[in-house]
Nanobody, 118 residues
Framework: VQLVESGGGLVQPGGSVLLSCAAS????????MSWVRQPPGKGLEWVSG????????AYTDSVLGRFTISRDNAKDTVNLQMNSLKPEDTAVYYC????????????WGQGTQVTVSS
């Protein structure tokens, strides 16, 4: 089982970044997916989630209207489009897979760093 994030880097405030997460080794289309971040020196923070069939998505208030989650079950990928980035969005971003209603994540990626700074 693997979840591999990509797309992080250094971006200026107000800029955009597209994060991608490629899944393998499990039945991706049966798992809901989340993006979770960890700012420097802080704990994990849930950012966004999407149902296994893409029929519903949710966001934490601080990113609502700026971030968009999407998935492609044909390609076993989930993306996070991040726009209007702020310095407080600086964090390691992880994708994670879970069965809706289970209350826990089954699989995690290794994370990708996003740094928002001028």
């Amino acid at each position: 089982v693997q979840l591999v994030e990509s797309g992080g880097g250094l971006v200026q405030p107000g800029g955009s970044v597209l994060l991608s997460c490629a899944a393998s080794g499990f039945d991706f289309s049966t798992y809901s997916m989340s993006w979770v971040r960890q700012p420097p020196g802080k704990g994990l923070e849930w950012v966004s989630g999407i149902y296994n069939d893409g029929s519903n998505e949710a966001y934490t208030d601080s990113v609502l209207g700026r971030f968009t989650i999407s998935r492609d079950n044909a390609k076993d990928t989930v993306n996070l489009q991040m726009n209007s980035l702020k310095p407080e969005d600086t964090a390691v971003y992880y994708c994670a897979a879970f069965k809706y209603g289970s209350g826990h994540y089954d699989y995690w990626g290794q994370g990708t760093q996003v740094t928002v700074s001028s």
